[in-house]
């Protein structure tokens, strides 16, 4: 199984867009994807229809009781229009459902555990507790074996939440939009990796940097891009946990299709599946998936 947290201190780079398009992608690959939704805000759980008011456990439950990983699993819901105040439309299939998922046949080997806005008190919950840092990769070690991919959408912080994702996970993916900002905090962002591989997980490496909300064709995202390959390749040099680290060479376009499909409750592919946003994940999802089956022959070679 390949780990990944998609992390970003900054809000509004891409995070979630990425995570619950390149899981779809990767569903529609046919791997077999968990999405785990980590940020209180729940947009990846809402963003595949799933409805926060359902009794399914979320990953809340995980984090702060006895719940196992295998209780939260959720196929994407149905689609709900976004004015639709009809709760039944929104209601998710549990895995354990028999119910057909009629509107994503495809994307059937995506599951999601979902956030739930008390997860937002995570953070003081979790305070006394010993090994808070640790609690998803220990509960996640049952599902090693049933997925070939797990994603993870992380909040807007580098708080607790953020750290048992990366203490979980072998590889982060890095939203960045090019904006003139966009390097900003990257150095704190970069110290907490290396901290958490350092002293909670080894494995921990940041794999790829994906630029998200690109405008082609302007000379600022054509700048930052290079700013960008520039600041990574002088951040290679220190043999550290992010000394392998990839631009992916896809480029995320804007495209609005991407910032309508949440409201419906879908991944890009069932709500657009012509859109320059879905062939941009598409192509990302080919790239991630040629990138991994590189390093399985690499660390075959090494075996
Ligand atoms: P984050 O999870 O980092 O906060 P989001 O993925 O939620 O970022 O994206 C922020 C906003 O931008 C959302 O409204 C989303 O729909 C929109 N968005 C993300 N990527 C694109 C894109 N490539 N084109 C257009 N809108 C996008
Ligand atoms: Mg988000």
Redesign the pocket.
């Known amino acids: 199984m390949r780990s990944i947290a998609i992390i970003?201190q900054?809000?509004?780079?891409?995070?979630?867009?990425?995570?619950v398009n390149l899981s779809a992608a990767l569903a529609r690959a046919g791997r077999r994807v968990g999405l785990i939704d980590i940020?209180p805000q729940a947009?990846a759980s809402l963003h595949l229809g799933l409805n926060p008011q359902s009794n399914v456990p979320t990953v809340y439950d995980l984090l702060t009781g006895d719940t196992r990983v295998s209780e939260l699993w959720q196929r994407a819901g149905s689609s709900p229009t976004p004015t639709s105040s009809t709760p039944t439309s929104s209601t998710p299939t549990a895995l354990t459902s028999t119910a057909p998922t009629p509107n994503n046949p495809t994307e059937d080997n995506l599951l999601v555990a979902a956030s739930h806005i008390d997860l937002a008190a995570a953070e003081v919950e979790l305070a006394g507790v010993v090994g808070r840092e640790v609690i998803l990769r220990d509960k996640l070690a049952e599902a090693a074996n049933q997925f070939d991919y797990v994603l993870i959408?992380c909040p807007?912080s580098l708080g607790i939440l953020t750290i048992n994702a990366l203490a979980a996970v072998d590889d982060v993916f890095l939203?960045l939009q090019p904006h003139f900002l966009a390097l900003h905090g990257l150095s704190k962002l970069l110290k907490t990796i290396g901290l958490v591989n350092e002293r909670l997980n080894d494995r921990l490496q940041l794999a790829g940097v994906v630029l998200?909300?690109?405008e082609s064709g302007t000379k600022l995202a054509a700048e930052v891009s290079h700013d960008v390959e520039q600041f990574f390749r002088e951040a290679r040099k220190g043999g550290r946990a992010w000394s392998a680290v990839r631009l992916f060479e896809t480029r995320?376009?804007?495209?609005?299709?991407?910032?309508?499909?949440?409201s419906f409750g879908q991944s890009i592919f069932q709500y657009a599946a012509t859109s320059p946003?879905a062939e941009?994940y598409r192509a990302l999802g080919g790239e991630v998936l040629a990138y991994y089956a590189g390093r399985a022959l690499l660390e075959h070679a090494a075996a």
């Open positions: 970003n900054k809000g509004g780079v891409g995070k979630t867009t990425t995570a940020d947009h959408d807007p939203p998200c909300l690109y995320i376009r804007r495209n609005i299709r991407l910032a309508e499909a949440p946003g941009d």
